[in-house]
């Protein structure tokens, strides 16, 4: 056993309302745990938050930490697993502080099929004084336990469906062209991309299909596997500023970023994009590579088109007033240096303005 008095991070109330976090509860308490709830963590969770979970946890005497929900319940479960018994603070280690040891043990149970949170070694997180979104970043963060269930995600809405699943698809390509790209991670990566493009519009149109759930509930897996070691690329260097300044989902933006960026990449990596295409059957083998590629970029942005993302592009918009600073946040970030195409400024303004 892991540990007998639990700190549980959770969302906003769908698992509530679901009667999933009832279950979850009991079924604990009925095997000898004390349960310390912890809910009601936004799509955007603060440094603060993770502090005061920290404090609920020495209140509480909690010796393990089990997050269910979404990507940011996961990243606040982990960042307060990881940090419970630290000698620096939160804002220490969000600076880049190195994380000196393991914490707590940490479990983590997804139930959107988006940010394979429950496999990744960091924690999204904002600092609202600054305004400025990114990781903590450590292998010590990793989970001890990831309970990959299909069925919690079989009541997401076919809007959390979207998000969540071009979130997904956007990590395992950006995954595969990544600087950082092996051939180990281009497995995990190809194969999770594949299984995305071909279930993710089932899962979308008939949320009761356990056998798509399934399928993109392990591509969302298979890809955090991958970029978890490879990191990711320009669209997630975007994305989370972006997400700051206007409070739009992270997979939503992702998704509606990931077409103009791959044209972008498609000078360096049209070939990768081109097999990705293959294998989901879109193109011929006879079919040039920036060919295949282009199909690829099309399918995506049908998808786009299928799953209600469009309408939301009006809302893509950089205040002039913020645009320096977005600039220079999306160019400092982790994910563009690992963009397989160098980045410049002039390619941040021009990737906005076709969006």
């Known amino acids: 056993m892991l540990g007998t008095r639990a700190l549980l991070v959770s969302g906003g109330g769908s698992l509530r309302r679901a009667g999933r976090l009832a279950e979850v ?17 936004p799509a955007e969770p603060a440094l ?13 005497h909690c010796d393990v930490v089990i997050a269910i929900g979404g990507g940011s319940a996961m990243d606040v479960g982990k960042a307060v697993a990881g940090l419970a018994q630290a000698s620096g603070s939160t804002s220490e280690y969000f600076d880049g502080r190195v994380v000196e040891k393991k914490g707590l043990p940490f479990i983590a149970i997804p139930t959107t099929s988006g940010s394979g949170a429950e496999v990744t070694p960091n924690a999204v997180l904002t600092d609202e004084g600054r305004g400025v979104k990114a990781s903590i970043r450590s292998w010590h963060l990793l989970a001890d336990v990831a309970i990959v269930d299909p069925e919690l995600t079989l009541s997401c809405s076919p809007e959390t ?47 009761d299909d356990l056998g798509a759930r399934t399928e993109v509930a392990l591509g969302s897996l298979m890809g955090a596997m991958a970029f978890s070691n490879s990191r990711l690329g320009l669209v997630h260097g975007l994305a989370h500023p972006l997400g700051v300044l206007t409070g739009l ?46 199909m690829l970029i099309r399918r995506i942005e049908r998808l786009n088109s299928d799953m209600g ?25 982790g994910s563009t240096k690992s963009n397989p195409r160098v980045v410049a400024e002039p390619d941040i303004l021009q990737i906005l303005d076709t969006v």
């Open 249 to 294: 989902p992270h997979g939503l933006i992702c998704g509606l970023f990931l077409p103009p960026v791959m044209r972008f990449n498609a000078h360096t990596s049209a070939g990768a994009y081109a097999e990705v295409a293959r294998q989901a059957g879109m193109t011929s083998a006879n079919d040039s590579d920036d060919h295949a590629a282009a």
């Open 161 to 207: 469906t979207a998000f969540s699943g071009m979130d997904a698809l956007c990590q395992a390509l950006e995954a595969l062209v990544s600087k950082g790209a092996t051939p180990l991670t281009n497995s995990l990566s190809r194969d999770a991309a594949v299984g995305l493009l071909r279930h993710l519009p089932g899962a979308y149109a008939h949320g």
């Open 309 to 333: 993302l469009n309408p939301y592009r009006e809302r893509i918009a950089v205040p002039t007033s913020a645009l320096r600073s977005f600039v220079e946040q999306t160019l400092a970030s």
């Open 25 to 41: 509860v009991d079924s604990l308490r009925s095997s000898g745990v004390f349960v310390c709830a912890f809910d009601g963590v």
């Open 48 to 60: 603060s938050l993770v502090d005061r979970g920290i404090s609920v946890v020495a209140e509480n």
